[in-house]
């Protein structure tokens, strides 16, 4: 199951946001915390090399798709990193349905963002899907 893994991402594009370069030790940090397997951190590692490649075109398909009163910058550090991870899923892992990607990616809205977050998340993930 790949939701440790995605746990995992989203955790790694989030401190990413917070201005934490250091990746190996980042990724040492929630390999641990969440007791990930070697698939999972590989899975995590895979996400933060897609990221890194494509964070200009996958911020720019966010910013499409936002309210014209809102930027990428005034999302929060979570909501960001949880569309980052949604539009990774979409775009680049074909082996992850786009409903499973969207799904996904509103559970951990749920789980770590303003309630309001959910209904932002699945609006822009669906438009891009």
Known sequence: MRKDARMGAFQVLFGLDQGNDDYAETISMVTEENGLHS????????????FLEHQTEIDQLISDHLNKQWTLDR????ERAILRLGVLEI?????????VAINEAIE??????????????????????
């Open 39 to 50: 698939k999972d951190v590989q899975y995590v590692k895979q996400i933060l090399e897609l």
């Open 75 to 78: 999302l929060g550090s979570v």
């Open 108 to 129: 951990l809205a749920k789980r770590f963002a303003d309630v309001k977050s959910k209904k932002l998340v699945n609006g822009i993930l669906d438009k891009i899907g």
């Open 91 to 99: 775009l680049y892992q074909e082996d992850v349905p786009k409903k």
